[in-house]
């Protein structure tokens, strides 16, 4: 999740209509989630950015989903970080974007009840940027050597 001025960073699609997600995907294997995050964003919004603390985890659980995405997917769990955007990087849509992107766009988070986001997380990423707390990620790499007996 990536706010600047009042405004968040999404990937519009046009796929049976405009929808929007958040920037992001999943890990490739020998990659951290962080790694995963920065190469995603730059794939998706050529965009360079720093990763910074937890702000919604959302769980996808086909058989009890909130809406009819018609989609076969697997269980799921999104961690979804707060993030910066790096100075002189500026977000645009790349030359090679995923099917069906259209677009990479900020929209004003006063906006975000006039658009399809997926997933529907629009009243919960409003109540994040009012009352922002952070959960903290702990990489087992960055953690200090277990002393040895």
Aim: charged share 30%.
């Amino acid at each position: 999740m990536i706010v600047e001025n009042n405004s968040i960073l999404l990937i519009e699609y046009d796929d049976n209509g405009i929808h929007y997600n958040l920037p992001g995907g999943g890990a490739e294997p020998g990659e951290t989630l962080k790694e995963a995050l920065i190469r995603e964003v730059c794939e998706e919004a050529c965009a360079e950015i720093e990763v910074g603390p937890i702000a919604l985890v959302y769980e996808f659980a086909p058989h009890k989903q909130s809406g009819n995405y018609d989609v076969q997917e697997n269980h799921g769990l999104q961690i979804i970080f707060e993030c910066d955007i790096k100075e002189g990087s500026q977000p645009k849509l790349p030359e090679t974007p995923d099917p069906h992107q259209t677009a990479v766009k900020w929209i004003g988070v006063d906006e975000l009840d006039s658009i399809v986001l997926i997933p529907n997380i629009q009243d919960q990423i409003k109540d994040y940027l009012r009352n922002k707390r952070n959960i903290d990620f702990i990489e087992d790499f960055r953690l200090k050597p277990l002393k040895k007996s």
